[in-house]
């Protein structure tokens, strides 16, 4: 199975997200395969493809990531906002468009990093990138010419700030991936406990 570690977005965090894409597409003919707004969420930790007997102490070790956060944050839970538009690695060849996130990111990387160590407690490398706390938008297809950065470039560096949305976060959750010709179909896992 295919797995990763995220948190789900409220339904108006999706819809402010969709909107940014909408804006972007009208700006022209941009090379990106865009995230479909049903699929958005935060990803904190992407591990794979994980055996079968490993999915139980996978559950168990972020059930109690979640019960140490929501204990912590029971009577003042983060409230996280979204940012700029970005792109990976720079605006100069944007091959991850991107919303970031701002307010309380450092109860995000706190629970990011309590994830990171419960998984590598299962043998599950670290991350190899610092967590940036992002939403994102599409990716740009392979083969793309420099113009077509370029352009893409200048297009999310004019694109005023998406609304001033706030969330509080929630905690994070295990998902599978299905890789599907029409684009991934994400499953969360629930505990079975």
Partial sequence: MRLFV???LPDNII??????????????????????????HMTLHFLGDVAPPLLAPLQEALAA???TFAAEHQVAPPTVHLGEVGAFPNLRRPQVVWVG?????????????????????????????????HLTLGRTRRDVSSAAYAD?????????????????????????STLTPEGPIYTRIDDAH
Avoid: N
Wanted: positive net charge; aromatic residues 6%.
């Fill in 65 to 67: 990531v979640r019960q």
């Fill in 101 to 133: 996130v701002g307010g309380d990111t450092a109860t995000l990387s706190q629970i990011q990093q309590a994830v990171g160590v419960a998984c590598a407690t299962l043998g599950f490398p670290p991350e190899d990138r610092p967590f940036r706390a």
């Fill in 15 to 40: 819809t402010h997200l969709g909107d940014v894409q909408q804006r972007l597409r009208c700006t022209g003919q941009h090379p990106v395969k865009w995230v479909r707004p049903d699929t958005m």
């Fill in 152 to 176: 893409l470039g200048r297009a999310i560096e004019a694109l005023p700030p998406p609304a001033q949305a706030q969330w509080s976060p929630g905690l994070p959750y295990l998902f599978q």
């Fill in 6 to 8: 995220a948190l789900e």
